[in-house]
């Protein structure tokens, strides 16, 4: 009798000790936003330049990188260390994918530790000083254009058959995954606007050829995504290059002021970019290509930055050179405000994580005017 009542109670131990084990486990995939059910995010599939880089960079010979402090000096993952992220902290592509449910960071696709499960979640193949076109960024030295980032998911997609098979694999990357492209800024910033470098471009393509010319490659790069089954869409159109610090500083302009050729190139961009994304709604079966008006999001920041509780949006927090600190990027000799979540623009070009926070929410779950025709929240559960 003893004996058998002790077995009763080991038993009940055994399944009380189990029961925690399994609700722990559960909160804690909870709190790290862990979703497996049908409408929780697969994997984060990040394309463009360094708004979204969270680390390619740190592996190329190049002049533009963002691996030396105090770069990510926010960043919690890594303990303020930088990981080549061009921000103080989060970058957007980041903090979509926590508030999707992701379980981890995009991994960079240079990443030695880019392999195997790691992959599930998500990889970035975003590279600072990138473009559409080929020859965008060319004074870095080295950089991932768009067509060669697209040439890396075509490496991960058969990667991704061995991992969970080709049907289970192309059922996760068509159905529960996010293709998300930020690209197009560096296409004006240092192609057809950089001095010198750009002479031979504009003599020969006006701004309306250079324009029709970046959207026909873009055109071929979605397509050749959706030939390698990605289904699911955002594209940022290019934000108001005009008003970054690095734009004020080397034009002198005042504070309230932005550089209007960059402005307008960016506009008439963006409004082509917005037809081309209708079309391939109609013409590609079964794609959903969202519109993220980056632009007013970016300049609502700008022009209206005390409701948001910032002190400036025209000051680099870190940098160096003008009166905006918008010549020397970034780096271990710069100047670096005391309030980082006080100031829109983290550097001469990027903005604050704080920025990037408000940019991310308004994607996520904000209306049509900007970002439609759904927002992430919703392409996510589609």
Not at 75 to 102: C, H, M, Q, W, Y
Not at 165 to 180: L, M, N, Q, R, V
Not at 286 to 296: I, P, R
């Amino acid at each position: 009798m003893a004996s058998s009542s002790r077995r009763d109670m080991d038993m009940s131990l055994f399944f009380f000790f189990s029961f925690l084990l399994t609700l722990t486990a559960l909160v804690e995939a909870a709190g790290r936003g862990v979703n497996n059910n049908n409408g929780g995010l697969g994997a984060s599939f990040i394309f463009g330049d360094s708004l979204v880089d969270a680390g390619n960079n740190n592996y190329l010979p190049t002049l533009s990188r963002a691996n030396m402090k105090p770069n990510g000096i926010d960043f919690k993952a890594s303990g303020g260390n930088p990981t080549g992220r061009f921000t103080n902290g989060r970058t957007i592509g980041d903090i979509v994918g926590e508030e999707l449910g992701s379980a981890n960071y995009a991994i960079p696709f240079l990443a030695p530790n880019a392999t195997g499960k790691a992959l599930l979640a998500g990889v970035n193949y975003a590279s600072g000083g990138g473009g559409i076109m080929n020859a965008t960024g060319r004074i870095f030295v080295n950089r991932l254009g768009m067509d060669v980032q697209v040439d890396f998911f075509n490496t991960t997609r058969k990667q991704f058959d061995d991992l969970l098979g080709k049907e289970k694999a192309k059922d996760y990357i068509s159905k529960k995954s996010i293709f998300s492209i930020t690209i197009g800024a560096n296409d004006f910033l240092n192609n057809y606007l950089f001095p010198l470098l750009s002479v031979g471009t504009r003599l020969t393509q006006t701004p309306d050829n250079f324009i029709d010319d970046m959207l026909d490659h873009l055109r071929d790069q979605l397509t050749r995504l959706y030939q390698l089954d990605a289904r699911k869409f955002v594209i940022g159109n290019v934000g108001p290059i005009g008003c970054i610090p690095y734009q004020k500083t080397i034009n002198q302009l005042n504070e309230n002021e932005c550089v209007d050729l960059a402005n307008k190139l960016a506009n008439q961009y963006n409004i082509k970019l917005k037809s081309l994304l209708e079309d391939l709604n109609k013409k590609l079966p079964g794609a959903m290509f969202v519109h993220a008006n980056v632009y007013d999001l970016v300049m609502e920041l700008i022009t209206n930055y005390k409701q948001y509780g910032f002190k400036t949006a025209t000051k680099a927090c870190c940098g160096n050179g003008g009166q905006f600190a918008g010549i020397i990027p970034c780096g271990p000799t710069s100047s670096m405000c005391e309030e980082r979540d006080k100031y829109v623009f983290w550097d001469p070009y990027h903005p604050s994580e704080a920025a990037n926070v408000i940019i991310a929410n308004q994607l996520l779950y904000g209306d049509v005017k900007v970002i439609s025709p759904v927002n992430l929240s919703k392409l996510r559960d589609m």
